[in-house]
């Protein structure tokens, strides 16, 4: 018998972590118009419908199972074209997790109706002036009654089996949204106008006798009448009162318009209302783009370079090595342009601290409406806003932070990765925890298009393949205009502690120096990678040191909210003067963090206007915009922060750039921690003197000898990178093995011990003693009430099958977590941990 029916199956992919893809049976009337990649809406578990994606189409029922139908389709083109169903698989392999998460972290969650899904009436929409069916007019009054309604609250009261499809035709409608968490709610993006009603229009004398019976009867009115000819500008051209004006605009500007004049001549029937959708992003006049920058003679060669290492040495990645300051963007202008002149899509990514208005702002300029930009500050609405402009082609080149690989282009040509070396390219939590960079590579592969990497500090990875011929490398050693490197001075910690000389945490030079630079009214950047006031507490009788309730680690002391926070949980408490086990007031504070130094700087130097850049100060959606405002327009003389100072900020009064304590990044227990410490500070250092004053670098160390502070020092890049090279082939980490990290967790400490312990084991069997590595109790073994073990696997990258090795070792975490006492255990696998 052949096994194969005339029914039409669907392979979906359900947005859960589950291991596989179910087949649901395509009903007759959806056989047509389903496709691979369209989101349908299956029943799912007990009673659950889900929105899910179908990867594939075919005629064989499953085997083992009976297949229940699909209950609703919602897309006529799909939302997910082939070449993302290609990623999207390629990624869920590759970093041993489902496509149902990959799924989940790529599609904006306004896409993915599921029944946690918050709906709501659009603001200010006016239901009454649309048509809708009994069954939608029932649905809308439903949703009304409520501020935001769960699905599955509408669900259980509406009762009827096609509520996905009416909801989505609602949503089409722009009537109502759907949003994940009540607290996405987006702003409007509608505007209500007003404009002449049709008899008035093209009869100068009409209206003005119009005007002149308003003026005599209705003052008010006739003023605001006044006011909407001339801001509309009808009488010069009648055509513009088809877009009328904004009704707000009108009142908000000017006192004299009473909103209730407008309204008076709304229900006269003078005016009409109306409403019409506004893009969140501000319109750009086509005509007052600017053409690209010229390029500097050193720019313009290394952008040949580049080009030919694309098209004449065939090249598919290449590395950009170009000094801070040296015009990297600039290149990279050029480069955007002729990708779109031929008509194919860009994507240029940046880390997500970089991402500031100042970059997108100066790229807007030259590019305009084309340009989308994906941000994760961004709305959940905003971000489907871009999802869906891509797939119109609406945004030919977007420019985005890592999540942006996932949107639907379907003809990129060229990838720009900025910062290539970033850390926070990586996801770490949840899964899928991929590496933007490697997946932009992958990416390219599937478009045929060509990907720049750029870095003043390459990874060492990076670096390795490029020296090694893999990819094409470009040098770019001179800063643009006369900008010149700034100038770099290590300064002793130890023995200005040992000879009493320090003034809090500042050694006499930078102290100095910060002086010079108040006096001359320039601006100085200090950096400590540490926020809040101090690491930890300490009790100078007992030795108490406070700690977190759920997690091995002390609790650093946050002094202007008297609190301690739990920098691993987020688990915070009031922080008091005495000690919790004895009582002494001798409580000390150890270590510095950003609030420290900010205090002691209001002390040493009173008349400084001080400022901190944090985690803790730019929480708000605005906060960090507006610090970077502020120190622009230099009403701020000192900012004090962490790591997000580092990256794409471009002042010109910055003539001091201070690193508080260089040893904390030195001495991080972690293969890549002099790597990180170097690109840190050179690119911190980077802040330092731009245009035509030189800047000046002054690192405080307990370690003024360390080699990687000379390397920082004389920009010796090339000699930290062989040294770092050769001690990694020694001990067999990246770029010459590859890494798989396993974290076992459990809620006990000897299940989380012994299971680790079974796992490598087990893993040993097939892999060997030497490629596996622990388990390893790491430094903060308790997070979040759960034990950690951590497993390292090491793979050549050579003569051994990657596949089948990620194969074996999701087969030996899974044989484990079948056991009985293993069963609340967790094993969160990370491919390339970074
Ligand atoms: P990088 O990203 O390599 O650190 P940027 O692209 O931020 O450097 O450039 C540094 C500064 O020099 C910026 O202020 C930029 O506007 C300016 N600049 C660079 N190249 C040009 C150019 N060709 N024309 C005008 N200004 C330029
Ligand atoms: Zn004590
Ligand atoms: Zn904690």
Known sequence: MNKHTQHLYADVIIPLPLPQLYTYQVPEEHARNVQAGCRVVVSFGKQKTITAIVQRLHHQAPEHYRAKPILEVLDDTPTLNDLQLSLFAWMADYYMCTPGEVIQAALPSALKIN????????????????????????????????????????????????????????????????????????????????????????????????????????????????????????????????????????????????????????????FEEFEVEVSRFAAVDADKLLPPPTLSPAQEKALQQIVKAFFEEKKDIALLHGVTGSGKTEIYIHLIQQALESGSQVLYLLPEIALTTQIVQRLRKIFGDKMGVYHSRFSDNERAEVWR?????????????????????????????????????????????????????????????????????????????????????I????????????????????????????????????????????????????????????????????????????????????????????????????????????????????????EKIEDELKLLFPEARVARMDLDTTRGKEAYQKLIDRFEAHDIDILVGTQMLTKGLDFEKVTLVGVIDADQLLYFPDFRAHERAYQLLTQVSGRAGRKDSKGEVIIQSRH???????????????????????????????PFVRLIGLQVKHSKEEVAHA???????????????????????????????????????????????????????????????????????????????A
């Open 475 to 594: 040098a770019l050693q001179e800063r643009y205009g006369n900008a010149q490197l700034p100038q770099v001075h290590i300064s002793d910690l130890r023995t200005a502690q040992k000879k009493n000389r320090l003034q809090y945490s500042f050694t006499p030079e930078l102290y100095e120096a910060i002086r010079k630079r108040l006096e001359a009214q320039e601006q100085v950047i200090l950096f400590q990678n540490r926020r809040g006031y101090s690491p930890y507490l300490y009790c100078e009788d007992c030795g108490w040191i406070p700690k977190c309730r759920f997690c091995n680690v002390s609790l650093t002391y946050h002094m202007h909210e008297r609190a301690l926070r739990c920098h691993y949980c987020g688990h915070h408490q009031g922080a008091k003067g005495t000690c919790q086990a004895c009582g002494s007031t001798r409580v000390r504070n150890v270590g510095i963090g950003t």
């Open 389 to 473: 402009g891509v797939q119109s082609g609406r945004f030919s080149f977007v420019v985005g932070v890592r999540s942006a690989v996932f949107l639907p282009f379907d003809n990129l040509s060229l990838i720009i990765v900025d910062e290539e070396h970033e850390a926070s390219y990586k996801q770490h939590e949840p899964a899928p925890r991929y590496h933007a960079r490697d997946v932009a590579m992958m990416l390219g592969k599937l478009h045929y298009a060509k990907v720049l990497l750029g870095s003043a500090t390459p990874a060492l990875e990076t670096y390795y393949h490029a020296q090694q011929g893999r990819y094409g490398y």
């Open 115 to 270: 029944t946690q899904s918050f709906i709501s009436l659009v603001p200010g929409i006016d239901i009454e002036a649309h048509t809708l069916s009994e069954e939608e007019r029932r649905i809308v009054a439903l949703i009304q009654k409520h501020e935001a309604l769960q699905y599955e609250e509408l669900s259980r009261k509406v009762r009827n089996s096609r509520l996905y499809g009416l909801l989505k035709q609602l949503q089409d409608r722009g009537l109502i949204d759907i949003f994940e968490k009540t607290k996405e709610r987006y702003t409007p993006k509608r505007q209500r106008k007003v404009r002449l009603a049709a008899q008035w229009l093209h009869d100068k004398n009409a209206l003005n006798e119009l005007l002149s019976s308003l003026e005599k009867q209705a003052p008010q009115q006739w003023y605001a009448l006044l006011k909407y000819i001339e801001a509309s500008g009808i009488l010069r051209d009648w055509t513009r009162n088809e877009s009328g004006v904004e009704k707000k605009s009108l009142y908000a500007t000017d006192a004299r318009i009473k909103e209730a004049a407008i309204q008076a001549l709304i229900k006269k029937g003078i």
């Open 704 to 734: 003024p000898e360390h080699p990687v502070l000379l390397d920082v020092q004389q920009q010796t890049y090339e000699q930290l990178v062989t040294r770092e090279l050769q001690e990694r082939q020694k001990y067999n980490y990246p």
């Open 755 to 833: 299971a680790a312990h079974d796992l490598v084991e087990q893993l040993q069997k097939q892999l060997g003693k030497a490629r596996i590595l622990g388990p390893d109790i790491p430094l903060v073994d308790r997070v979040k009430n759960y034990y950690l073990r951590n497993i390292l696997v090491k793979i050549e990258r050579q003569g051994i099958h990657l596949g089948s090795v990620k194969k074996y070792i999701a087969h030996c975490i899974q044989q484990l977590t079948l056991q009985k006492d293993y069963r609340r255990l967790l094993v969160v696998v990370d491919v390339d941990p």
